[in-house]
């Protein structure tokens, strides 16, 4: 399962490793970065993940900023409520990359779409090295 951090909205997608492909799910409504809990936990309840990978959205230069530094505490979050692995992924431009490839109007949150991205490159990196 794949998470696209944000303050507002957090998006969420399902994957398969074997094809290395995800899909949107819908997007979590959050509150200063913080979700509610227990539909989450219906979330993972539900799709059964084996890992969790959360984007990290580092500046172009490689620096990590606040918005890196929340999603890594997110993602100690979600290992720490639900004892799945949970891996960070490099994420810069992936919400650029979601709105290029919608076909949502102009100001409707790609969120998921964006988790979907950054779960198919963490397959894919994943794939890299076996």
């Known amino acids: 399962m794949g ?17 290395g492909t995800a899909r949107p799910l819908p997007v979590l409504a959050a509150r200063d970065g913080i979700p509610d809990w227990q539909l989450l ?24 900023g606040d918005m ?3 999603a890594t505490r997110f993602a100690n979050r979600l290992h720490g409520r639900f004892h799945l692995p949970c891996y ?12 290029e490839l919608s076909d949502k ?3 409707e949150p790609l ?15 994943l794939g890299a090295r076996r």
């Open 3 to 19: 998470f696209d951090f944000g303050t507002r909205r957090i998006g969420v997608a399902y994957g398969q490793s074997l094809t």
């Open 41 to 64: 936990q219906r979330l993972i309840s539900n799709w059964q993940p084996d890992v969790l990978v959360v984007g990290l959205p580092y500046n172009m230069d490689g620096t990590d």
């Open 68 to 70: 890196v530094q929340r």
């Open 88 to 99: 960070g992924m490099d994420e810069r431009l992936s919400s650029h990359a979601a709105a």
């Open 105 to 107: 109007p102009i100001g």
């Open 111 to 125: 969120d998921s779409l964006a988790a979907q991205l950054i779960l198919e490159s963490w397959f894919a990196e």
